[in-house]
């Protein structure tokens, strides 16, 4: 059974700092490429960070470039965003994402964690 399990949200002031992990299973975590999404209330869903499966080649949406860094731990099955400079418009749901395109296409998600950025 295929899970992603995030934590770590919870309610920072701005200019603080959150480190977000997700934990995977039941799938082949090496082999997935790993995503961070978010959606604001009222707001689509949007790509925060990705991180390739091979070459571990990162890009990053222009919003938090410079500010916050994804990673993973294949040996874990983690996949971790580290948030700095938190600000205010950073506040949504952040959701984990796995994906393994090819013949066939693979795409997980997990049920996401609250990030409130407020003073």
């Known amino acids: 059974q295929v899970q992603l399990v995030e934590s770590g949200g919870g309610l920072v002031q701005p200019g603080g700092s959150l480190r977000l992990s997700c934990a995977a299973s039941?799938?082949?975590?090496?082999?997935?490429?790993m995503s961070w999404y978010r959606q604001a209330p009222g707001k689509e869903r949007e790509l925060v960070a990705r991180?390739?499966?091979?070459?571990?080649?990162?890009n990053y949406a222009d919003s938090v470039k410079g500010r916050f860094t994804i990673s993973r731990d294949n040996a874990k099955n983690t996949v971790d965003l580290q948030m700095n400079s938190l600000k205010p418009e950073d506040t949504a749901v952040y959701s984990c994402?796995?994906?393994?395109?090819?013949?066939?296409?693979?795409?997980?998600w997990g049920q996401g964690t609250q990030v409130t950025v407020s003073s």
């Open positions: 994402n796995a994906e393994r395109r090819g013949f066939l296409t693979y795409n997980y």
């Open positions: 039941g799938f082949t975590f090496s082999t997935y490429a």
């Open positions: 991180l390739t499966s091979v070459g571990y080649s990162t």
